[in-house]
């Protein structure tokens, strides 16, 4: 029989940013899935620098190797190329469920496999943590509160979505894996955590995904007009990378189970964040207006009361000065493989 979650990794002393000097702490094993995407790599970094053992889990579908390369050759590192539509058979103490493609042209791509990401992939690891007896991270979206007619968002709000739309294979997806999640906790006693993710942006982010920041970024760098589509009054609230990092793992390794807004409060129109961009590398890009897309929510922003109470987190990068950050590694990226293909 395995022993609880609770009495193998009580073993292992594991509160984050919590072990005294000088004690050697045990690692745990964790599998991320989408490991070596944009949100996924960044969590890696963390978990490897903090002594984990991490096996990534990732189809490729919007995730790089590049992405996870730096950590190739450390023992305490596993890249699996994997469908998570498929079984997997694993040891692991923790399991951080992200895969899945988030950018809207990414998901309505090939939308019946991004149900199926959404609900088998979330079974087939919600299976797995319950023959394992791990812990189950479900990084969820705001997208399940759809065009929300509650501003800001609370977690106790059930959301206004289309289930017909062209959006419905991400939103109704997620809605249905934070259903899975939640029946394998009550019915089979998993350990779950549910996170419900606001748009993220950072570096690594793929250069031509379609989302806001990075189309906008870069676009201005390239010397392109930025795309605002629709009239650009529409709002969303932009969460930098490490403070969602940040926040997955003490969600993880804390005793709630969520659901938990991650995201940052601070919200901005399209057109405002064009004008950030703008004041951020080139106050001569032109903004250039292009129609909206399908069923696009008018307006988002979380209250994070909740994770504010119950995790003690909070977001410490604001958008002026995640921005840059980003900006770097898109310039790298960008123009040091034009440099490359003209060599
Ligand atoms: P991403 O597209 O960069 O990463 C997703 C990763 O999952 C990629 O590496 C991809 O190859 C992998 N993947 C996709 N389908 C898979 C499958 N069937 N089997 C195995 N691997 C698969 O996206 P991201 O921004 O890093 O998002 C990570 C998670 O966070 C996603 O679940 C997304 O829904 C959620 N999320 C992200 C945001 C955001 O703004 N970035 C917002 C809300 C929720
Ligand atoms: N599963 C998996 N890895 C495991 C255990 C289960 O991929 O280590 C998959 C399994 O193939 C099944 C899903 O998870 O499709 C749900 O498993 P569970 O045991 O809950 O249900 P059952 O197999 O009884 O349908
Ligand atoms: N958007 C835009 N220009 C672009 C890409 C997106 O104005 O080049 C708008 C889009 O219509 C939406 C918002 O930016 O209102 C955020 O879109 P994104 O795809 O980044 O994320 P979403 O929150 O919709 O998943």
Redesign the pocket.
């Known amino acids: 029989k395995i022993p609880a979650y609770h009495h193998r990794v009580a073993a292992a002393v594991h509160s984050v940013g919590k072990v005294p000097l000088g004690i050697k702490r045990k690692g745990l094993r964790i599998v991320v899935?989408?490991?070596?995407?944009?949100?996924?790599s960044h969590l890696v970094d963390r978990l490897i620098a903090r002594g984990d053992s991490v096996i990534v889990?990732?189809?490729?579908?919007?995730?790089r190797k590049e992405n996870v390369m730096h950590h190739f050759g450390n023992p305490r590192f596993e890249l699996i190329r994997?469908?998570?539509?498929e079984p997997l058979l694993l040891e692991v103490d923790q399991i951080y469920h992200?895969?899945?493609?988030?950018?809207p042209v990414?998901y309505k791509f090939n939308p019946v496999k991004t149900i199926k990401?959404n609900v088998v992939?979330t079974l087939n690891m919600l299976g797995l943590a319950k023959r394992v007896g791990a812990r189950f991270l479900l990084?969820?979206?705001?997208?399940v509160y759809g065009d929300p007619l509650q501003h800001p968002q609370k977690e106790t709000y059930w959301g206004n979505v289309n289930p017909i739309g062209v959006r419905s294979c991400y939103d109704e997806g997620?809605r249905t894996a934070e259903t899975l999640t939640m029946d394998y906790h009550r019915g089979a006693g998993v350990e779950v955590r549910i996170a419900r993710?606001?748009?993220?942006y950072g570096p690594r982010m793929?250069l031509d995904d379609g989302r806001v920041v990075s189309n906008f970024v870069a676009q201005a760098l390239r010397k392109e007009p930025l795309t605002v589509y629709g009239d650009g009054k529409q709002t969303r609230s932009f969460q930098y990378v490490s403070d969602l990092v940040e926040g997955l793992i003490r969600l993880m390794e804390g005793e709630h189970v969520g659901p938990f807004n991650l995201g940052n409060p601070g919200e901005f129109t399209m057109l405002e964040l064009a004008k950030v961009v703008q004041e951020t590398i080139d106050p001569d890009a032109r903004i250039e207006y292009r129609p909206n897309t399908e069923d696009d929510p008018h307006k988002r922003k979380p209250d994070i009361s909740r994770a504010k109470d119950q995790l003690g987190w909070e977001p410490k990068v604001d958008l002026r000065k995640g921005l840059p950050l980003m900006v770097s590694d898109f310039r790298q990226r960008i123009f040091g493989d034009q440099k490359e293909k003209a060599s």
Do not use: M, Q, R, Y
Request: glycine share 16%.
């Open positions: 899935t989408g490991g070596a995407g944009f949100v996924g889990v990732d189809n490729f579908f919007t995730g994997h469908d998570v539509v992200l895969a899945c493609p988030a950018s990414h990401t992939g990084t969820s979206t705001s997208e997620k993710i606001f748009n993220t793929c």
